[in-house]
């Protein structure tokens, strides 16, 4: 196969659609949230895109047919406006697969006319955390008010090392070629998948491109992470309760 191919699966017209890219990343934060658009709004897949910079493996379905890893475009309709929502289960393996897969992604998001992208996904604190703060960065300062006043949160040299991999060159490429992007990054442990935190972010994209979304299928992940959380939390006070070694002489 060529290094990437894209299958072309159907053609709808779209209007002015928002690009939202949602891959695996910290906490699959980015890719949660994308997958629950899909699940909670009609859609439809258009696109297709191999590559052989994802892992050379394929997905069995329910019925043990296998099929080759790719990445997917759906066209969403969540009311006013349309998205174009980009998921999958890889991202690239190698700097210059990054590069080449960004600009295939936005030459996919300027073929349905999109001029607006929203990259999501995770920030990690290394602890677990209760308050769901949403970071951003963005390609013009014009942009950032909005963000701020749908509570969206800009830290200076934050977050440390910047956006790697898609999300941040959706922005970088993007920029480029004139898009209007965004990277909403989620707070997150960077331990486990995050519903918390890809729920922060599904409201950041909510009041700015202007949709409703039904969260209780979310919620009931978050509540069933939350568990896991505990246990987790449990094991760690007992490990720190346990005696060192100077706490272990015989006394009698």
Partial sequence: MESIEIDVVADPDLDDPVFVEGLPGVGHVGKLAAEYLLEEFDSE???RVYTDEFPPQV???DE?????TCA???AVDVGEEDLLVLTGDHQAQSNDGHYHLTDAFLDIAEEFGATRAYALGGV????LIEEYTVLGAVTDSALVDDLEEAGVEFREDEPAGGVVGVSGLVLGLGARRGFDATCLMGETSGYL???????????????VVGFELNYE???????EMEEVVGKIQEMQQQQEAVPTGDDLRYIG
């Fill in 45 to 47: 897949l258009v696109r």
């Fill in 59 to 61: 997905n069995i379905d």
């Fill in 64 to 68: 043990g047919v296998a099929s080759l």
């Fill in 72 to 74: 997917e475009f759906h």
């Fill in 124 to 127: 990690p604190t290394g602890e």
């Fill in 193 to 207: 998948v995050d519903p918390k935190s890809a729920r922060a972010v599904l409201e950041i994209l909510e009041e």
């Fill in 217 to 223: 299928s979310l919620e009931e992940r978050a509540e």
